[in-house]
């Protein structure tokens, strides 16, 4: 039977302070990136949900060892950057894309064997985007049929990978992220070059590590990495993820008589789309005490009630705001006018066809509202809502969308709501406290 969760009209403002879970982007990489290192990492603030949890499930199979002291508290220690060992069980990447893509880059160096499974969604998931510069490079790859899909196994190729100057045809931090972690491991510098500059989330922490970077407008080349020169620092501090942020900074802007502060929540310039978007549609967002944490910029987002206006928006900045496209399509149908989406074809290969989802699903609730395009969406804002039943599609962001849509109109029932706990655990309690 499906899971249900029922969201109620907000009868007054949402009001109060949050602290946004830790950066799941940061979480990710925090551990792969301590794991490669031979010193204890302390690393507070990790994002203590399902994704997450599958790096970890991957790098303790890979013979890092993990210990928490508390859900968001964890030391890892590795065994030097050519420490890892072979796994003895098939690697499980759960539901998470970030896992499997950017272990396929650190594992493709390593002398031994490794295969790959994952959930239903991400086995449905390409993975040739990756294979491919990976394969360049001399890595040796074998998914199942033509779109590469899992499982994946990766096989030992007996001497160093090349390193290659990739023109990356998309700009996608997970590819940029997999090409970067192999070139460590080659036997020449490795650069990336992409459409657009993608999240650079791998790349602040790798010169955190020692290694060796230089970028270029939209390219940035790793340096190979002797043994000695790779130090892991002796603590991380994840910031609050603003992914998880945008769902109250749109509830924020459009459920009425609302006054939010939202703390600790990762700036990263490469991030913040989201930002610049709501800025243009008129809401009322001011950052406030910025400060550096971990070569991060962090600082406290605070958003009260506004009158939004329709926006245009497309290829160039989505990189910067791709996750965040299902959340800016609700504030999108409270905004007075249209609001245009373009270069937005990468969300239909997301936990789910997000683009159709939207159109489809937010539909039930505002009725006539959205029009599906190949590569975006036309949503006609402030049209008659009502309630209505709505499927998540198995997708955390779709999930969180729906429950802020039908906070603001006339209530939601949701179909699969516990696809939250892959970034935001407690996002349904945090609502109820509001």
């Excluded at 360049?136 to 001497?159: H, S």
């Excluded at 996608?172 to 490795?190: N, W």
Aim: with cysteine; glycine share 10%; charged share 20%.
């Amino acid at each position: 039977m499906t899971e249900m969760k029922t969201i109620e009209p907000a009868r007054h403002g949402w009001q109060g302070t949050i602290d946004v879970p830790g950066d799941k982007s940061i979480s990710h990489r925090s551990v792969m990136f301590a794991g490669l290192g031979n010193t204890p990492v302390h690393i507070r603030n990790f994002l203590h949900a399902a994704d997450c949890l599958s790096t970890v499930g991957v790098m303790r199979a890979l013979g890092t060892a993990i210990e928490f002291l508390n859900e968001n508290e964890l030391i890892v220690t590795g065994k030097g950057l050519y420490g890892l060992s072979e796994p003895l069980t098939v690697l499980d990447a759960g539901n998470s894309g970030t896992t499997l893509r950017l272990m396929m880059g650190l594992l493709a160096p390593q002398p031994f064997l490794s295969v790959f499974s994952g959930d239903a969604s991400l086995t449905r998931r390409p993975m040739g985007r990756v294979l491919l510069p990976l394969s360049e490079m001399g890595a040796r790859i074998y998914g199942r049929n033509v779109n590469n899909n899992l499982p994946l196994t990766i096989v030992p190729t007996g001497e160093k990978l090349r390193g290659i100057h990739y023109n990356s045809p998309v700009a996608s931090a997970q590819v940029k992220s997999a090409i970067l972690l192999a070139g460590l491991y080659a036997d020449a510098p490795t650069t990336v070059t992409e459409p657009y500059v993608s999240r650079d989330h791998t790349e602040q922490m790798l010169a955190g590590f020692g290694v060796h970077l230089k970028r270029t407008g939209t390219s940035v080349t790793v340096f190979p990495v002797e043994e000695g020169s790779y130090r892991a620092p002796d603590e991380i501090t994840v910031p609050g993820d603003i992914s998880s942020a945008a769902y109250f900074l749109v509830a924020g802007s459009i459920i009425k008589d609302s006054r939010l502060l939202l703390r600790n929540v990762g700036i990263n310039p490469t991030r913040t789309g989201i930002l610049d978007v709501l800025a243009e549609m008129g809401a009322h967002i001011a950052v406030q005490n910025e400060r550096m944490s971990g070569g991060e910029c962090v600082a406290d987002l605070a958003v009260e009630t506004a009158e939004l206006r329709g926006t245009s928006f497309g290829a160039e900045i989505m990189p910067r705001l791709i996750d965040e496209i299902p959340i800016l399509a609700v504030a999108a149908l409270f905004a007075k006018g249209d609001t245009v989406i373009t270069g937005a074809g990468e969300l239909r290969v997301k936990e789910t066809d997000r683009l159709h989802a939207i159109a489809t699903e937010f539909q039930k609730l505002a009725p006539g509202s959205i029009e599906e395009r190949e590569d975006g969406l036309i949503i006609h804002g402030k049209p008659e809502m009502q309630r209505g039943q709505a499927s998540s599609y198995g997708d955390h962001r779709m999930a969180m969308s729906l429950a802020v849509l039908g906070a603001a109109a006339d209530g939601v029932i949701i179909e699969e709501p516990d696809s939250v706990n892959i970034s935001y655990p407690i996002f349904f309690a945090e609502i109820e406290r509001m």
